[in-house]
């Protein structure tokens, strides 16, 4: 039987994973990518699953990190995004960060190749009413006219936040006789040594001059129709955070535990600045953290001003650009269609998820409810006490019985074990001997009885799923 394609819009993460997914389910796929024909404010090249914040994909610790359960999860999915990360992973403690233009292009080279997958170039404002099973995963950066169509579909006017990058510095400009290589704790993970960072200390007069600096530097001016949008709390602007407390950052990104300057072990830091791989040949390197709204001119003036920094050469400035996404719980059902035209899904970040992963993830999900609608089966949904199944949870219904308190009633969220429902079995506490106090113990306990339920139930429900589609 030849099956009619599903028509996907967005060539990002979500759009990626949602065509491979597809495919891989036997289900033909036309993907629309608008780019290089159409440049957005944060994209720089026209590849898939183009990289354009940070490039790290966060914790790849299934124990205790909610992150990491989700990795684990797409793993067994046969998650492309996962697969081309593994492929291009640099050294980045316990955090799985990439190669972002080797990755970008693996997903893109899988993508291409793939017999039952044809990729367009150009920007689709209005899907053709013949398009019977359409996935939207347009991202945070959805084209205006786009936006429109949805918008006059829908009669609600799409959230908006604001979202900011991080500067990257090529290595070679990095003193090394006062920065060093070290890993907070000397955490060892994916392809790291324990020793994957380079680190820039701060005394407490170099802080206060610094914080006084973002504080006082020059920063982009907002449109008059941008001035309302408000931020993500997960992805601040350095110099956002520093006006929340004049030792926000020392306990946030530039925080010094963890960490021994050996050029002065007698003498700790008061604030350090970390700086992570970007690249596999390890000449670039991002600012941890350190996402700005600054001018570029301000930029290089008070970043340099970080010992270690001081003869920095950018390879990129920091930028901010705006996002939108989706009231969710009140447009979308449970299977991601539009309640206002269920032809049409959503996937990825304009859904009101937050982060690569989960924006990858929910494109899967797409992909497999669009899948088993083309060949006329039933999937229910992954259980919510998976990773998948509680991100879904938040999209589709998190909020639903306080939604009539507006927008603002919905925001979006990464994975974490917030949204897991609570464990109610006893939880086997181990102190480690004694090294442990008992409420830190009891916190891992309950991280690794999640992690554990939700692997479990995940590759229950993936093996009745498969059962289902073999009858």
Known sequence: MTLKPVHIIGGGLAGS?????????????????????????????????????????????????????????????DSLVMRAADANQVPAGGALAVDRDGFSAAVTAALERHPLITLERGEVTVPPADWDSVIIATGPLTSPDLAATIAKLTGEQQLAFFDAIAPIVHRESIDLDQAWFQSRYDKAGPGGSGADYINCPLTREQYDAFVDALIAGDKTEFHDWEAATPYFDGCLPIEVMAERGHETLRHGPMKP??????????????????????????TLFN????????????????????PGLQNAEFARLGGLHRNTFLNSPKLLDESLRLKANPCWRFAGQITGCEGYVESAAIGGLAARFAAAERRGEALVAPPPTTAHGALLAHITGGHIETIDAGPSSFQPMNVNFGLFPPITEPLVIDRAGGKL???????????????????????????????????
């Open 437 to 471: 106090s008992r409420g830190k113990a009891k916190g891992l306990a309950r991280k690794r009885a999640l992690s554990g339920r939700a692997l479990a139930d995940l590759d229950r429900w993936l093996g009745a799923t498969q059962a289902d589609a073999a009858e």
């Open 287 to 306: 600012m941890v953290g350190f996402q700005t709204k600054l001018k570029y001119g301000e930029q290089v003036r008070i970043f340099r001003t970080i």
């Open 17 to 77: 994973e949602a065509a491979w997914q597809l495919a891989q389910a036997g289900v033909p796929v036309t993907l629309h990518e608008m780019r290089p024909d159409r440049a957005t404010a944060a994209h720089k090249t026209g590849q898939l699953a183009e990289l354009v914040c940070s490039n790290s994909f966060r914790s790849d610790d299934a124990e205790t990190n909610a992150v990491g359960v989700l990795h684990a999860e797409m793993r067994r999915l």
């Open 257 to 282: 535990f963890g960490l021994t300057n050996p050029h002065a072990p007698e003498r700790k830091p008061y604030a350090v600045v970390q700086l992570r791989q970007d690249n596999k040949l390890g």
